[in-house]
């Protein structure tokens, strides 16, 4: 598709202000869990009453307390995770740079209603830049990210706008052909190190781009890049060890607190994932809710190998694919490789479908099955707490669980025919310079001008 420079301007503007719209709607959602008369923590006290009933909760809002935030301490140095696996010391459960953001949102802060506020401030940027680098590659495909529910259910939900942002940061760098390739690929390896430095998911993908990297312009008369994939690699490494070193070394158990915690974590009803719907009625339970020890056990052995598995599957394809074709489809790879993650990973947050939201503007994804992800994701959204709300208040929940269990299946059949059809998709094309249906790496080009 020929989009000249002028008319992706203009769809970029319109993109991003939809975006803004959406973030200041999801903003007003979240504050209205907020709000005088606080107690003596500046915690709202309409927050517990309300959050999920109304569906306001955010996981900003309630970590206010718990984690030291609210008496701004600055995280990691200190403290760590105790024998009850709580976290002390001002450590919190994330990586550290997003531990950073959340220790920036609280400073200033007295009340839950002030950290709410200042963390939008923080973020909202993240999500901005987000819509301008996917309307500058996906024309009017963006509008999927600014005008759709999840962006209002969730740019303030979590701290997920800065980490997306990362990953799409290194695809449209790549996407500027200007600069030298391996230079591109270097920076793209350090922005997906960054975001790794904030929620692990982006990471991944450097392993698709050093494939990428290895077999760029190989031929039948020339080797695999192996020094550029070798300084991709050294790039990333050395991009997580200068970030993570420094806490290391200061406070070592409260660096590895956050690791701990996410590992020691149980595939529960707040994780929304296969694994609690579907394996744990198996396993029988203790008491009311409480899952037998062999569950956690079977669930902590089989995510993280069934997760690796379903990477390795995704690099497999997207090998053969580049045996047929002639180039590594990286981006295509490692949006297979986030399905199986979301998939088969012990925790599938709502919010997590902001990760997946830039794949289906980068590639040619069947309309159908974007729309069927995203009323699964909606049903899961707003179900999931009424279905809380009505459990705290004793009231019938099989209405909001069938709700649940939609969206929690829904996804899950979903992200397995997305896994396949991402291999297989190739690149939406704003840009005359590429056929829309070969392979070759997505570029941002200036246009020429239309013929008057």
């Known amino acids: 598709m020929h989009i000249g420079a002028r008319q992706r301007t203009s769809i970029t503007a319109v993109v991003v202000g939809l975006c803004g719209l959406s973030m200041l709607a999801g903003y007003l959602n979240k504050a209205r869990c907020t709000g005088a008369p606080f107690d003596a923590a500046g915690r709202s006290l309409i927050f517990d ?91 009017w495909w963006a509008l999927l990210w600014s005008a759709t529910p999840p962006l209002t259910l969730y740019a303030f939900h979590n701290w997920e706008l800065p980490v997306v942002a990362t990953s799409v940061a290194a695809i449209f760098v790549m996407s500027i052909e200007r600069f030298p390739f391996r230079s591109r690929a270097v920076v793209a390896a350090v922005l997906l190190a960054v975001g790794f430095c904030l929620k692990l998911y982006p990471g991944a993908f450097v392993l698709p781009l050093i494939a990428y990297v290895l077999t760029q312009n190989r031929t039948a008369d020339r080797r695999y890049d192996v020094r550029g994939a070798v300084t991709v690699a050294a790039a990333a490494i050395g991009t997580v060890v200068a970030v993570n070193l420094p806490f ?70 997207g090998w053969l694919r ?20 979301l998939l088969l990973h012990k925790v599938h947050s709502p919010q997590y479908t902001l990760w997946l939201i830039p794949f289906f503007v980068l590639l040619r994804v069947p309309w159908g099955l974007v729309a069927a992800y995203l009323v699964a994701d909606l049903a899961m959204g707003i179900g999931v707490f009424k279905y809380f709300g009505a459990l705290a208040a004793g009231e019938d929940p099989h209405t909001f669980e069938w709700l649940v269990q939609f969206g929690v299946w829904g996804r899950a059949g979903l992200l397995v025919v997305l896994f396949f059809v991402f291999l297989r998709a190739p690149l939406r094309r704003t840009s005359p310079t590429t056929h829309p249906d070969d392979d070759a790496e997505l570029t941002l080009t200036k246009s020429p001008e239309p013929a008057r």
């Open 248 to 317: 290391a070394l200061i406070s070592y158990s409260g660096w590895r607190a956050s690791f701990t915690f996410q590992e020691n974590r149980q595939a529960d009803m707040t994780t929304n994932s296969i694994w609690y719907w579907g394996l744990r009625p198996h396993f029988g339970t203790i008491g009311l809710d409480t899952p037998v020890p062999a569950y956690d056990q079977t669930v902590g052995l089989l995510s993280p190998l069934l997760v690796c598995a379903a990477f390795a599957l995704a690099l497999r394809l």
């Open 49 to 139: 009453r309300i959050k999920d009933t109304q569906v306001c909760y955010s996981d900003i809002q309630f970590l206010w307390v718990g984690r030291d935030i609210n008496l701004h301490v600055f995280p990691y140095v200190s403290g760590g995770i105790n024998a009850d696996g709580m976290l002390t010391g001002g450590t919190v459960e994330y990586p550290v740079l997003s531990g950073i953001l959340m220790w920036l949102g609280g400073i200033g802060s007295h009340t839950d209603a002030d950290f709410l506020l200042h963390s939008a401030l923080i973020l909202a940027p993240f999500g901005l830049l987000t819509a301008w680098m996917l309307g500058r590659l996906g024309g």
């Open 322 to 341: 580049f045996l047929r074709n002639g180039t590594f489809p990286w981006i295509a790879v490692s949006a297979a490789m986030l399905c199986g993650f």
